[in-house]
């Protein structure tokens, strides 16, 4: 089992700038690829970004691509999501997910919310 928390969620004016963590507890969290989805009122689950168990390898979805950065520190068992440049659209509740690779998402944590006002 893996347990996850989101924090850093917030509100902010577009233009801005947030930085997500996700803390990890349970089993070693350098065995585990890391994601970052997020959903909007009335619209499904959408992915932002991965990274590698080791860090090494990275991919966006485009709507985020050169604006969001994803990172991990296997040493303090978090991933980070920095937001930059952030638009009205990127509202959302944003969550944080664990996946063995080549697998599924098996673990997910409760959600923070974003809030990006024009």
């Known amino acids: 089992q893996v347990q996850l928390v989101e924090s850093g969620g917030g509100l902010v004016q577009a233009g801005g700038s947030l930085r997500l963590s996700c803390a990890a507890s349970?089993?070693?969290?350098?065995?585990?690829?890391m994601g970052w989805f997020r959903q909007a009122p009335g619209k499904e689950r959408e992915f932002v970004a991965r990274?590698?168990?080791?860090?090494?390898?990275?991919y966006y979805a485009d709507s985020v691509k050169g604006r969001f950065f994803i990172s991990r520190d296997n040493a303090k068992n978090t991933a980070y999501l920095q937001m930059n440049s952030l638009k009205p659209e990127d509202t959302a509740v944003y969550y944080c997910?664990?996946?063995?690779?080549?697998?599924?998402?098996?673990?997910w944590g409760q959600g923070t919310q974003v809030t990006v006002s024009s």
């Open positions: 997910a664990a996946r063995m690779e080549n697998y599924e998402y098996a673990y």
């Open positions: 349970g089993r070693a969290f350098s065995n585990y690829a």
């Open positions: 990274i590698s168990w080791s860090g090494g390898s990275t």
